[in-house]
T-cell receptor, first 111, second 115 residues
Framework: DAKTTQPPSMDCAEGRAANLPCNHS???????VYWYRQIHSQGPQYIIH???NNETNEMASLIITEDRKSSTLILPHATLRDTAVYYC????????????FGQGTRLTINP | DAGVIQSPRHEVTEMGQEVTLRCKPI?????LFWYRQTMMRGLELLIY????????DSGMPEDRFSAKMPNASFSTLKIQPSEPRDSAVYFC?????????????FGQGTRLTVV
């Protein structure tokens, strides 16, 4: 399984864009990049995923580099409710559905 | 749909007792996952089912842990006998595994304390 590397913690001011980086230099061609977040005491929540094109939904944008070795999750206008642990996950081989979580990035949004 | 439902939400038991955690996946989902979360080890995948069949149980820590999925709408995780180091939050998640890029939905978790 490809591994991911994320900074353990980040801070961001409320209302600003939060940019969370992730390195996945050993990603294979058919592996997707997934992002989940976990707000304190709750189960993880899906945010977004992508293969090689940039993706956007109502929660966030995902920018994947052309060589696919890294990606950035962007929360365009962070609010206090976005304070959470954010996990970048590379999905294992086709047909297997398991999600293996690393340590993630603890994002704190400051007022 | 009410989402993934786990019970109980909290469980306190004495060391040596049997503990059973329960999970009802989202209707129509055919993949189910059990995770354990602690401060020290983070979120660990214990076991994964597809169409009620265990696919990967390599994360199950010991023989004291067992999981079953008798039908598509119910799964249990059992610890017998329980030990204090089993104290953790246990999450169940489900997804529709028709393609590889489907999101998993998590329950609210069961906080287990073994004293």
């Amino acid at each position: 399984d490809a591994k991911t590397t994320q900074p353990p913690s980040m801070d961001c001011a409320e209302g600003r864009a939060a940019n969370l980086p992730c390195n996945h230099s050993t990603i294979s061609g058919n592996e997707y990049v997934y992002w989940y977040r976990q707000i304190h005491s709750q189960g993880p929540q899906y945010i977004i995923h992508g293969l090689k094109n940039n993706e956007t939904n109502e929660m966030a944008s995902l920018i994947i580099t052309e060589d696919r070795k890294s990606s950035t999750l962007i929360l365009p206008h962070a609010t206090l409710r976005d304070t959470a642990v954010y996990y970048c996950i590379v999905r294992v081989s086709r047909g297997a559905q398991k999600l293996v979580f690393g340590q993630g990035t603890r994002l704190t949004i400051n007022p | 749909d009410a989402g993934v439902i786990q019970s109980p939400r909290h469980e306190v038991t004495e060391m040596g007792q049997e503990v059973t955690l329960r999970c009802k996946p989202i209707s129509g989902h055919n993949s189910l996952f059990w995770y354990r979360q602690t401060m020290m080890r983070g979120l660990e995948l214990l076991i994964y089912f597809n169409n009620n069949v265990p696919i990967d149980d390599s994360g199950m820590p010991e023989d004291r842990f067992s999981a079953k999925m008798p039908n598509a709408s119910f799964s249990t995780l059992k610890i017998q006998p329980s030990e204090p180091r089993d104290s953790a939050v246990y999450f169940c998640a489900s997804s529709l595994a028709e393609t590889e890029n489907t999101e998993a939905f998590f329950g609210q978790g069961t906080r287990l304390t073994v004293v």
